[in-house]
């Protein structure tokens, strides 16, 4: 099983920026991504990028979020910037490795208007 450690999240006005980060405890060689999930909502797709760098983000961040990664570091960054209060939920961190697909325990990102 590969252990995601999440950080980065907390309270922030709108028009704020944060920074989330996850660390996966071994090489991940297929893509990384975030997902979120606000309160009475289905979990969604917010941004994933390959080994490779290449990267798919939903419509609704797209212009003000970037996904990076370092390979080295085995580690999956989420650059939000110009955030909204819709932006509010739950962030997941997901990784697809040799075990699967694997999640972090989430953290929280809110965004007060």
């Known amino acids: 099983q590969v252990q995601l450690v999440e950080s980065g999240g907390g309270l922030v006005q709108a028009g704020g920026s944060l920074r989330l980060s996850c660390a996966a405890s071994?090489?991940?060689?297929?893509?990384m991504g975030w997902y979120r999930q606000a309160p009475g909502k289905q979990r969604e797709l917010v941004a994933t990028?390959?080994?490779?760098?290449?990267?798919n983000y939903a419509d609704s961040v797209k212009g003000r979020f970037t996904i990076s990664r370092d390979n080295a570091k085995n580690t999956v960054y989420l650059q939000m910037n110009s955030l909204k209060f819709e932006d509010t939920a739950v962030y997941y961190c997901?990784?697809?490795?040799?075990?699967?697909?694997?999640w972090g325990q989430g953290t929280q990102v809110t965004v007060s208007s």
């Open positions: 997901n990784v697809n490795s040799w075990a699967g697909s694997s």
């Open positions: 071994g090489s991940i060689f297929g893509s």
């Open positions: 990028v390959t080994r490779g760098g290449t990267t």
